[in-house]
């Protein structure tokens, strides 16, 4: 099974990680997160789509940003969403 990895994860060099472990966005407004994921060109953290106000999803298409890291303990892979590519580190 080959794996496509797609120009945006090709590019990453060092992993970041969350700076601190809540979604950014839902703190302001008291709201709750489910998982959190780590934007890899800003290194903001925000909650992932099983979470009511999704703003990882929101925030990579408002900015542009492509890639997430799950900020899960545990979690070590990335996610690009322009090209829907998934890939462990
Ligand atoms: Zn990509
Ligand atoms: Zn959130
Ligand atoms: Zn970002």
């Known amino acids: 099974m080959t794996q496509e990895i797609c120009s945006h994860l090709q590019a990453l060099g060092e992993i970041k990680?969350?700076?601190e472990r809540v979604c950014e966005d839902c703190v302001k407004v008291g709201g709750r997160w489910v998982h959190l994921r780590t934007c890899q060109t800003c290194?903001?953290?925000?909650?992932?789509?099983?979470?009511?106000?999704?703003?990882?999803?929101?925030?990579?298409?408002?900015?542009?940003?492509?890639?997430?890291?799950?900020?899960?303990?545990?979690?070590?892979?990335?996610?690009?969403?322009?090209?829907?590519?998934?890939?462990?580190?």
């Open 17 to 19: 990680q969350a700076k």
């Open 43 to 89: 290194g903001g953290t925000r909650c992932c789509d099983d979470s009511p106000s999704q703003h990882a999803s929101k925030h990579a298409h408002s900015s542009g940003h492509p890639v997430i890291a799950s900020a899960e303990p545990g979690e070590r892979w990335l996610y690009c969403y322009p090209d829907e590519s998934f890939v462990e580190y």
